[in-house]
């Protein structure tokens, strides 16, 4: 089994009873593989008689989007374990346990986490978790601070730069976020009663300019390691418990990209709601859950992220007067920025969210589309004079209200 | 001879000898070693019957500064050696030819150039070079075009950023540049005369928060493949010919440190005629050439570094309008902080420069030191509301005249 290929139901089976300490030698085992197939196998390895479960996650050596086939590096599955051993040993409650990860068959074991949803499905049932804001700022603050230049060896940090080049996968993201939504492309996605929308975006050159500037930092600015696709879909979740999953496109990146993906996901769920409130009161009160989660994602990340830079900081430079308050505010402007980004190519660009997409009712679709679109929008024009997240919830507001 | 040690002079002929096709069987060869013994030795290899000559370059695992020694990567031989042909290929007349790389002995073999000479002994005889502006402006925006994302395949570029993580090299700078000169750091190195210049650096928050800035940039912006130590020392030039050399800091960082580090070097130039210059008028004469210089150096890169944007980018997202003259007006910002940043660490840090630590006489020379000091300085924290490169000589020109 040691050269690759992909794995059938009987042989990540057998695969599993090989790791040492998991299951007995003479284990019943059984396995369903979850994966959507395009990128990955899942395999559910159970064993019933105890209960015990793991995740074999193996990954296949092309991508299958909308009926194409292109190949991508079997090296993602690298960066993901390696990835999340770098955040399993910062935040080891937040991301699930690797037990093993076999480089030649590009596979990781991993904790079973089907006792958690998917945060996206979460939040389109309208349900609330009290500690997420809490746990992703804590996340977030802690592997992106000490990824960077302030929290570790800057020498070494310049081998993790080198561990985590990752081009196959920052392609997909530079061309599907910064690049096709904003012309004409093929591999947008639309509906076509929101074409007006479209086309303004491709014809608005002060928003393409704005994405230009976000865009290049994306390509060039190495300050933290980033998990690199941080939606609610990538997020499993519990009342209790929160646990980030899947960075396969983890390379340095700016900071903010990733704390923008949150708060866009929070905000395209915001703007969903015209599809999944029952009511214009209970939307009201979704839609303050929503805003109060992203303003406090964004101040846990913040307070965590100061307290770590005046409490851990290897760089005694940073601590130069000014500097701290100069780097937060660039990092709330890059948040706000990808924010905006990441919303927009929801709408127009290749992949969706079920947030909007799964919406039934072809008004409030619609409706719902265009106000994340406005949001977004406003959120890249706005960014690079913003000074407070306030803002960022006052746009939302303001759309909504329109 | 597979295995890495220091070469001995009859070493190095019988090295030369076994290059196919630089030297018939039975030449007979001298060597002659040139190198300052600090971190490198430089063999000089002669044929006098035929007049032929070649240079063998091998790294010293360590570097020997002030008695000190410390270990060195012999890395940086290959960082070198591939810098050295990724230059040639872009400018092939403005670097020495690398006839061979070995990675075992970290020895390059190439171009002998003992025809030019180094162009900070040239500017502190007070020459004139009419060709350097255009030569060098060219190496600039070929280099840093071409590598960047706006002039290669953007994912080959991650690859290629990897090909030149640099951490001893930038380690040096990072420390020897950007952190020593502004604190009472051991390794610095100045006059007691101007303790008091010192002193103020150390006490100049504005000045340190700027710093910090640019710092970060060096740190974080993986923009281009940098030379990373172009000074005057690392230039061979005559009047009809510049070649460019020693690009072992090479690494990928923001552009504007190398265009700053000519300029920068000019300028130490500058404020070194209160030493060379025989009078008044000469000096001011000099002093102009010199200010020209540092013009035509930038307008040449500008010119042709947008001319190879509008007509090689292989970026269409950067033909964004607008996008383009925000860009270099950031290269202008950066290219200015950096070049205060090499001038200050010349005068107080550890690594001087002889077109000033040279001037005999002590008046001219304190004068000398504190005008680059008063120049650098005031590039530093104007740089981020420069538009011209016009300010750079007004801020040379009235710091003269105080």
């Keep these: 089994m040691t050269q690759y290929h992909p794995l059938s139901e009987g042989e990540a089976i057998q695969f599993a009873k090989s790791i040492p300490d998991l299951f007995a030698a003479d284990a019943q085992l059984a396995s ?12 559910h390895i159970t064993e019933p008689a105890t209960g015990k479960s793991i995740i074999l996650k193996q990954a296949l050596p092309y991508a299958k989007v909308v009926g194409e086939s292109w190949p991508l590096t079997l090296d993602r599955a690298r960066i993901e374990s390696e990835a999340l051993q770098y955040e399993g040993a910062l ?6 346990r690797v037990y093993q990860y076999v480089p030649e068959l590009a596979l990781t074991v991993m904790e079973d986490l089907s006792d958690h949803v ?5 939040l389109i049932e309208r349900n609330k978790y009290p ?4 746990d992703i700022g804590r996340f977030l603050s802690h592997t992106l601070f000490y990824s960077s230049d302030l929290g570790m060896n800057q020498q070494d940090k310049k081998e993790r730069v080198k561990q985590f080049i990752n081009p196959d996968l920052c392609k997909i993201t530079e061309d599907l976020i910064f690049d096709d939504p904003y012309r004409d492309a093929e591999t947008n996605s639309f509906d076509e009663t929101i074409r ?4 303004a975006l491709w014809n608005d050159t002060e928003l393409k300019l ?7 930092g994306f390509l060039t600015n190495a300050q933290a390691l980033l998990h690199g696709d941080l939606h609610t879909g990538s997020i499993f979740i519990t009342e209790q418990s929160t646990k980030v999953i899947d960075p396969e496109f983890a390379y340095y990146g700016p900071m903010g990209f990733d704390i923008g993906a949150v708060i866009a996901n929070l905000l395209l769920n915001f703007a969903g709601q015209e599809g999944w409130s029952p009511d214009a009161a209970s939307r009201a009160e979704y839609r303050e859950y929503l805003l109060t989660t992203v303003k406090d994602t964004w101040t846990t990340f913040e307070w965590e992220f100061r307290s770590l830079w005046n409490d851990r900081s290897v760089d005694r430079i940073s601590n130069t007067p000014g500097f701290q308050d100069i780097y937060v505010e660039q990092l709330l402007r890059d948040t706000i920025g990808y924010a905006g980004c990441k919303m927009v190519r929801r709408i127009v660009g290749l992949a969706h969210v079920a947030d909007i997409d799964k919406i039934e009712d072809a008004a409030a679709k619609e409706r719902a589309q265009r106000l994340a679109l406005a949001i977004g929008k406003t959120l890249i024009k706005h960014h690079r004079s913003s000074v407070s997240i306030d803002e960022v ?3 939302a507001v303001k759309a909504a209200a329109q």
């Design 210 to 216: 704005e994405v230009a500037r976000l865009r290049h």
């Design 196 to 199: 007006d929308e479209a086309e």
């Design 393 to 395: 919830l006052d746009i």
């Design 118 to 122: 998917i945060m996206r499905r979460g």
């Design 131 to 134: 500690k997420f804001a809490g």
């Design 32 to 43: 369903r593989e979850i994966g959507d197939g395009n990128l990955n196998l899942v395999f």
């Design 91 to 96: 935040c080891p409650d937040l991301v699930p």
